[in-house]
């Protein structure tokens, strides 16, 4: 990991990477502070706990996921490539992750929610928000694809999402991307 990043920034994405990775419960606090070369003290004068930690992560993690989708609302295609392109961004990055680490990660939102939602308020907070963006940031595209029809689109949003992380989650079952992309080609069905 760089030096030339704030140890702030060096232990929040080696938070991220090792929880995505292996799980949040499978990471201790000593790794994550030879990953961003931080001494505990620092660590924790960052972060008082490894709650603090996800959820910085997660921050940054969902930002990004938000970012690629407005970017993909507002492009110029067709609504039905916009929807496609949603489900391509898990794809790549999980065919990357094949490649690089040997299995499919899942979503590191996804993962998370499976693994703390239940125990963490402050974790299952921050996920309903970070659903809740998720669907607003597509919420565009839904318009777009119901033109013609009445349909709620805030919920067809939220559904699209919940159908996106099974998508993730089935290819992470299965350690086989592809079902990102097999599924991208019914999504628009939930529309209709």
Same mark, same amino acid.
């Given at each position: 990991?760089s030096l030339?990043?704030s140890?702030?920034a060096r232990?929040?994405? #080696?938070?991220?990477?090792?929880f995505y990775a292996?799980g949040?419960h499978?990471?201790?606090t000593?790794r994550i502070?030879?990953?961003a070369? &931080?001494?505990?003290?620092t660590?924790?004068h960052?972060f008082?706990?490894? =709650?603090d930690?996800?959820?910085?992560a997660?921050? *940054?993690?969902a930002s990004?996921?938000?970012?690629?989708?407005?970017?993909? #609302?507002?492009?110029k295609?067709?609504?039905?490539?916009k929807l496609?392109?949603l489900f391509?961004?898990?794809?790549?990055?999980?065919q990357a992750?094949?490649?690089q680490?040997?299995?499919?990660k899942g979503?590191?939102?996804?993962? =998370?929610?499976?693994e703390? #939602?239940g125990?963490e308020?402050?974790?299952?907070?921050y996920l309903t928000y *970070?659903?809740?963006?998720?669907?607003?940031?597509i919420?565009p595209?839904v318009?777009?694809l119901?033109?013609n %029809?009445? &349909?709620?689109?805030?919920? &067809?949003s939220?559904?699209? =999402?919940?159908?996106? %992380?099974?998508?993730?989650?089935?290819?992470? #079952?299965h350690?086989?991307p592809?079902?990102i992309?097999?599924f991208?080609?019914?999504a628009?069905?939930?529309?209709?």
């Amino acid at each position: 990991m760089s030096l030339t990043l704030s140890p702030r920034a060096r232990v929040i994405q #080696a938070a991220l990477n090792l929880f995505y990775a292996e799980g949040f419960h499978s990471v201790g606090t000593n790794r994550i502070c030879s990953e961003a070369k &931080v001494n505990k003290s620092t660590l924790y004068h960052l972060f008082p706990s490894k =709650i603090d930690m996800v959820l910085a992560a997660l921050e *940054v993690y969902a930002s990004d996921i938000t970012r690629k989708f407005k970017e993909i #609302a507002k492009s110029k295609i067709p609504a039905e490539q916009k929807l496609e392109q949603l489900f391509e961004t898990p794809f790549r990055a999980n065919q990357a992750l094949k490649q690089q680490l040997g299995d499919v990660k899942g979503c590191f939102v996804g993962n =998370i929610a499976l693994e703390l #939602a239940g125990k963490e308020e402050r974790v299952r907070t921050y996920l309903t928000y *970070v659903f809740q963006t998720w669907a607003e940031s597509i919420e565009p595209i839904v318009k777009e694809l119901a033109i013609n %029809q009445r &349909v709620d689109t805030q919920k &067809v949003s939220r559904s699209m =999402i919940a159908y996106l %992380q099974g998508a993730i989650l089935m290819s992470k #079952a299965h350690n086989d991307p592809q079902f990102i992309k097999d599924f991208a080609k019914s999504a628009s069905a939930l529309v209709l």
